[in-house]
Each structure stands twice: as structure tokens, then as C-alpha cells.
């Protein structure tokens, strides 16, 4: 699947978007497995509680299962307006 | 009920007037603009990053859920992203009712939602460096008196 990050996120991991082949089931597992890869990822999911998570552009919880999702993306809270 | 996402500026009274006059049937129209603010006075410019194909669908998905709550006759956003200097238009909202409570209610609904729903980011570049805007409780809060 196609994992992308904005703002912050995206600094942190230093790049906006990637390609990750994962068995991962939820969100949370996916970000678990990102985690044990490198610091950076580490770095960037250190507090999921200062995150939102959107899977094929809507948003939704952590918890949410990975299957049949093609794109999952990353970021801070959102500050438009 | 058009919704731009742009990096270009836009003309607000050109907006605001030709808004106006397509919204037939109208007795209100009710219209927002956002400016970008430099409270400190040392903001040198602010950038506004997005979700592309997101950004869309979710304004799309807000409009929605206004008019289904409140009888709108039209609506508008238009939101900017890239590189702005303080005192240019960030974003404006424009709403269409018979009657102004719709109209005004709808307005302030649209931008509750905008500020936390839809994916814009926003970094402040100033005297002191860089530094991306903090989402406040407080616009979270908002969201539940709708």
C-alpha cells in the first residue's frame, strides 16, 4: 500500500510518501512495524495520540483493519480555515 | 456548492458579487473571508500544505452535511495552499439561504468544520525560525455544539 505524511510527520520521516508491503491488519500494527524499522519512524509515531490517521482519504481510528486499503496517510491534527 | 482548493489568489468582491447573483431565490448571503494574521509582527510568511484528492473530498463532504442540516440554496469554499504573505486571503466561505439565520448558521458550521476536518496544515516562518500552527482544543471543542 501507499503510506504518505504531511506537515510534521513528513519532516520527521523525510520523505511525503512510500511504498510498504505489510501484512499488517490495523493501523496500529502497521505503525508497530514502521516503529521496529528505523529511528525516524520511531521519531515520527512517538505519540499516535498527536496523530490522525485517513485510510483511502477518510478519516479514521488506529484501530481500524488495513483490509482492502490502498492508502493510508499520517499527519498532526488539522489547522485550516 | 463549489469548492476550490488552490495555490492562486483569489478576488473576494469578484467571488462575493458573482456568488451573489447566481444564488436565484436567495434572501441572504452570507460571506467569510480568512486573512493570514502575524500577531507577533515578525511573520515573514506562512505555508500551507494539503492532502490533494483529500482536501477536495472533504470540503465536498462538509458542504454536504450543511445543506442537509440547513436549507441552502448554494454554497462556496475556496482555500489556498503554498506560500503566503501575512495580510493576504487565506480562505473565504460564501453561503445562500432564504433567510439570514440559515444562511449565517451554515457560514459558521462550514468554517467550524474546515478548521479541524479538512487536511491544511499550517507553518509560520518568522524571526525565529520555523514553526508549524498547534491545532487548538478550542476548535475542537466547537464542533460539538453543532
Known sequence: MDVLYFAWVRERIGQPKERVETEATTVADLVAELVLREERY???????????????????????????????????PMTGG | ???????????????????????????????FLGVVRDDSGTLARMEIEHYPGMTERAITAITAKASARWHLLDALVIHRHGPLQPGEAIMMVATAARHRAEAFAAADFLMDYLKSRAPFWKKEFGADGAAW?????????????W
Open chain 2, 1 to 31: 456548492m463549489p469548492v476550490r482548493v488552490q495555490a492562486e489568489p483569489f478576488d473576494f468582491g469578484a467571488e462575493a458579487a458573482a456568488f451573489a447573483s447566481g444564488a436565484g431565490g436567495a434572501g441572504a448571503v452570507v460571506t
Open chain 2, 133 to 145: 500552527v498547534k491545532a487548538k482544543d478550542s476548535d475542537e471543542d466547537a464542533l460539538s455544539r
Open chain 1, 42 to 76: 520511531a521519531a515520527a509515531f512517538a505519540d499516535t495520540s498527536a496523530l490522525r490517521v485517513a485510510l483511502d482519504q477518510e478519516l479514521a481510528e488506529f484501530s481500524a483493519p488495513l483490509v482492502g486499503v490502498r492508502e493510508v496517510a499520517f499527519f498532526p
